[in-house]
């Protein structure tokens, strides 16, 4: 039988892709050129989830990543090699640029990502829109912020036609459930948490020493609690405090530079206060921590018996740390983000014991503003081994789904 021109080429593409030492990237070989944008928000949360977004992209989908940021200053404190002073450099195989007004002459990539409705500049949406009347429309898509309520997955993917310009922009949620975007997971992040906790079982405390370079600060030693502490300006922190100042057991607290520290420190007489100060009062050792990059904040939550996180970049790497864990919701007016915090302990809390639920519960909305956290501090931690055997089944649920860079790739080329 003759081999047509059509199957030749199959073979010869198919021959090119075994190549030895080729990277392999079928899903993103027609779109590879991408554009982030990123409003730094909060300081850290939205560039957080954008810098690992891209670095994921470019490392493990082969794509050529420039990153729009209008904070450099701040971003430095996730990407200690960031130099604020550049409009343009390559950290990490991604291309950052500042965003700055006016907005520079650059070219619209094939695919646009507008994180979290931030608004693209009228600049790039012109380029976007001659680009599109070229004949090579650009993919545009909204990754939106993460949650677990049930409308997520009836939004998810939907489209928005521009009102003037010829482009089409889609909505892309990240959630828990089928039918939503996912979650932002590394290849191999769960092993590498894994080996660290091996390595830190054979060598002990001195492991805290990788995470905590220069400081000098003495780490948790056996029998402490050791919890660290992120969070926003919050006013049940001292009641906090006092639960922790008065406990049976010695806890060692370990809290990076931010409102939480500026806050504790005042409560406990150091105003003030700054990387690498330790206080002592009754059962509380409280650690000062510069605010640590990704990687380190990511073995910081690896290492802790129990984590408090803040906004969504945070709250996701707890999750995948397996350990027990306290979430902060972003506060926003009409305490609309009640409705997000209860969507998730639903979730978070099915198939905890009725016991370990409540006081899960319970604690977590006490530390959002609904009541005494100096009295549900005992009840809390008594269920701490059901929480933490909750955590390690949570995570292994959540990998068990494709990660946020996979579906969002597989996503836009649904759109071509």
């Known amino acids: 039988m003759e081999t047509g021109w059509g199957e030749l080429a199959s073979v010869a593409v198919g021959f090119w892709l075994q190549r030895p030492g080729l990277v392999q990237h079928p899903l993103t070989m027609r779109k590879k050129n991408w554009d982030i944008f990123c409003t730094v928000v909060d300081n850290f949360g939205d560039i957080g989830v954008c810098w690992r977004l891209a670095r994921q992209l470019a490392a493990e989908h082969g794509l050529q990543l420039r990153l729009w940021v209008d904070d450099l200053t701040s971003f430095r404190r996730l990407c200690p090699e960031i130099d604020p002073g550049l409009a343009t450099q390559t950290q990490r195989g991604v291309e950052v640029r ?184 009754g059962s509380l050792i409280l650690d000062a921590l510069p605010f640590l990059a990704q990687d380190d904040y990511d073995r910081l939550l690896w290492s802790c018996d129990l984590n408090f996180v803040r906004g969504e970049d945070s709250f996701v790497r707890a999750q995948w740390a397996a350990r027990p864990m306290v979430w902060q919701i972003y506060p926003q007016e009409d305490a609309a983000h009640q409705n997000k915090l209860d969507a998730f302990l639903d979730r978070y809390c099915a198939d905890l014991a009725p016991p370990a639920a409540a006081a899960c519960r319970k604690y977590w909305q006490g530390w959002n503003g609904g009541g005494n956290m100096a009295e549900a501090w005992p009840a809390f931690w008594r269920q701490r081994p059901a929480l933490a055997a909750h955590a390690g089944r949570w995570a292994e649920q959540l990998a068990a789904t494709e990660d946020l860079a996979g579906q969002l790739v597989n996503f836009v080329e649904t759109l071509i």
């Open 98 to 281: 500042r965003w700055a007004s006016p907005f520079p002459d650059a070219a619209a990539a094939e695919v646009v990502i507008e994180a979290f409705a931030c608004e693209l500049p009228e600049a790039y949406l012109a380029a976007m829109a001659s680009r599109a009347e070229g004949g090579a429309r650009p993919v545009w898509i909204n990754l939106d912020y993460l949650s677990a309520e049930a409308w997520v997955a009836d939004s998810h993917g939907l489209p928005s036609p521009h009102p003037r310009l010829p482009l089409t922009k889609h909505f892309f949620f990240p959630g828990f459930a089928a039918g939503t975007g996912g979650l932002l997971r590394e290849a191999g992040l769960l092993q590498r948490r894994d080996a660290w906790r091996n390595a830190a079982d054979k060598v002990g405390t001195e492991t805290w020493a990788k995470i905590l370079p220069r400081l000098g600060l003495p780490p948790p030693q056996p029998g402490e609690l050791s919890i660290s502490l992120f969070s926003y300006r919050n006013p049940a922190l001292p009641e906090l405090l006092e639960a922790w100042i008065a406990a049976p057991e010695p806890i060692h607290c370990l809290v990076p530079e931010g409102p939480a520290l500026a806050q504790a420190g005042a409560f406990l007489g150091l105003p003030g206060i700054r990387a690498g100060a330790s206080v002592s009062r």
